[in-house]
Structures are given as C-alpha cells and as structure tokens.
C-alpha cells in the first residue's frame, strides 16, 4: 500500500478563498483522523471519523471549517472563508479497526497551507 | 483540564550517547500515552504505546516507560545514531470525559551528532 496520500502537499491562497484539503486512507483502515500543526498552538485533533461517519468533532476551530467522507477511500477538509491564522500543516491519518487509539496511526505527508 | 510538556525542548548528543527524554502530564486519568517521531517536513511515526496499566514498552534500542501516579513518561534511547535525530513527541489518551481526547505535547527535537 501507498500509505495514507494527502493532496495538495503545499497550498497558497489568499484570504477569504476557499481551500478544499484531501486525504486517501490506508485501503481497510476505519478510522480516519485530520490533525492540524502549528508552532503556536503544537498537533491538535481536529476531528475523526468512524467507518465514514463523524465521530468527534470537537476540535474544530469554527464554523469554517467542515469535513467530510463521503467513502471509505476520500476525506475532504474545507475552509471556507479561509483566513491567516488558518495557515499551518494539516495531517491525515488512518488506522485500523479496533478500540480507538489502541491501533497504530499511519500519517500522511500533509499539506502546508499558506493563507496571505 | 489536560496539559502535556516535554523536556527538553531541544537536545544534542555525540553519536552513541544513550538518552532520556520526558513527558508530563497534569492529569493521570488517562487511557494511554504514545510516543511518536516526527521528521522534517513529514508526519507523524508512531514508536511505542503505553497502556494505562502497563510501566513499560520496548522497540529495539527505544524503552518507554509510564508512572501514572507521577504523571511522567520517559523515552529512553540507546546508543544513540544520526538516523535517530528528529522531533519526538509524546501524547496521552484521557480517560476521563471519553477515549475520543488525545493531547500532544510539544516535542523534544533531537540532533545525533556524528
């Protein structure tokens, strides 16, 4: 397997357009998580998914922001607007079925996203 | 409410050095804690994890251990090599208001100098 594929790997835009994030999940994994990193604020969980279905989402900044998993093999993060402070490195990451966080996390390369 | 630190933040070490690094965490209700690396420019390598109910795990040349009652863990690394430098963080599962709230820490970044 590819391991976990993320889409685009860097992304500049201005503020106030809408920036569409994707993630391909390891082929069988169940859990589908979107983490977002900082140097302010560190690795934080913004939400995860369960068999395509939203779990817990908790983490996530705003309004603006919304996820989606539309399959077992697609996950989409959008902000929408996007401002600066939504600059950062976005992960995801997958893992198998069973108790969560008790099977190994599988991360993808993420995405630098640079808002102006 | 959950807080993890690491120290030290940044470290640097002749090649073959063993070493420590920690974590801690405010509160010991957790469910686990993980260790992962992290280098430049890419995601996240898990390493080890850590049941609430165990003290210890080993990989190889890397042993975690947890003390709940203390709120630590520590990462030891032996014989230490420049492949080894990288960003190791820690995160710790709470158990308290569900399973569903990982904090990470912020990371000790490592240098093995040759």
């Known amino acids: 397997d590819a391991g976990v594929i993320q889409s685009p790997r860097h992304e500049v835009t201005e503020m106030g357009q809408e920036v569409t994030l994707r993630c391909k999940p390891i082929?069988?994994?169940?859990?589908l998580f979107w983490y977002r990193q900082t140097m302010m604020r560190g690795l934080e969980l913004l939400i995860y998914?369960?068999?395509?279905?939203?779990?817990?989402d908790s983490g996530m900044p705003e309004d603006r922001f919304s996820a989606k998993m539309p399959n077992a093999s697609f996950s989409t993060l959008k902000i929408q607007p996007s401002e600066p402070r939504d600059s950062a490195v976005y992960f995801c990451?997958?893992?198998?079925?069973?108790?969560?966080?008790?099977?190994?996390?599988?991360f993808g390369p993420g995405t630098r996203l640079l808002v102006l | 409410k959950q807080e993890v630190t690491q120290i030290p933040a940044a470290l640097s070490v002749p090649e073959g050095e063993n070493l420590v690094l920690n974590c801690s965490f405010t509160d010991s209700a957790i469910y686990n804690l993980q260790w992962f690396r992290q280098d430049p420019g890419k995601g996240l390598t898990s390493l080890l994890l850590i049941q609430s109910s165990q003290r210890e795990q080993t990989s190889g040349r890397l042993n975690a251990s947890l003390d709940k009652s203390s709120g630590r863990s520590t990462l030891y690394i032996a014989a230490s090599q420049p492949g080894d430098s990288a960003t190791y963080l820690c995160a710790v599962v709470g158990l308290k208001t569900s399973y569903d709230k990982v904090i990470f820490g912020p990371g000790t970044s490592l240098s093995v100098i040759p």
């Open positions: 990451a997958s893992s198998l079925a069973g108790r969560l966080y008790q099977e190994t996390q599988y």
């Open positions: 998914f369960n068999n395509n279905v939203p779990i817990d």
């Open positions: 082929s069988g994994h169940d859990y």
